[in-house]
């Protein structure tokens, strides 16, 4: 437990819901934003990416994880499920994630906080893998089956990935690894297994991750080491922000602003000024 002055508490409380929420807004959109432009930091160069994809799958070939071919093949023989995978993978990203940070505000900002910052350090983690590590996904190597591109004139996304038509520009074709898309989807996993009182709910979490990673290996977009570096780096982001929360921050602030233990506010506590007590 750690407490705060009744000023502090005042001030959070006083400020319109409404002004936190934009706040709020324009920090996920601004992730959003770099998200897109770590395109324009990475290497294009195909070859390197190629190669770097090939080295992967031996890789898996090692542990034996490689199953990108029948997957992709029965994406690509069967047509509905093919399309269905496209929207999936073309849409729930966003909509899901969205929909999960609205209903974790709702719940307040012991809860949201800590989830938001977990996507955003795991977020940062797979942009500078891309930047760095630009590799070519399964679509671009001979033997596999782009399925978004099969199914293009039937969704709203163009032959780049997923991106709407016309903006194809927009993406980055070679931000295979990790799978961010696997990696948001275990974010939202997570935070469901923490904060949501009903097991449904919780269970719809773990289907969505585990469905998620099968899409985008069955789609052409990722191979199967992208889903499960995609599911560590969002691990740490977990990881970090609990860490991060543990920080004693307070120690950085002028003393008189800085929060008081109990036995200081009985000491100390200046007139008329009651003491908070939050959870830590």
Known sequence: MTTAPASYARNRR????????????????????LYSLARLLADTNMDPA?????????????IGIQWEIPLNQLFTDHRILGLAGSYWYATLHYVVTAAVLIWLWRLGADRYGPARRALAVGTLLGLLAYISLPTAPPRYVAGYVDVLSLHSADGWWGADASAPRGLGGLTNELAAFPSLHAGWSLWVALALQLYAARYWVRALGWIYAVGTAVVIVGTGNHWVIDAVVGWMVIIAGWALAEAMGRIPLDRLRPSRWRRRTPGELTERAEPGEASVVTEA
């Open 14 to 33: 006083h400020t319109p819901r409404w002004v936190r929420a934009i706040f709020e807004v324009v920090l996920v959109m601004g992730l959003w934003v």
């Open 50 to 62: 190629l190669q770097r994809a090939n080295e992967l799958l031996h890789l898996e070939g090692l």
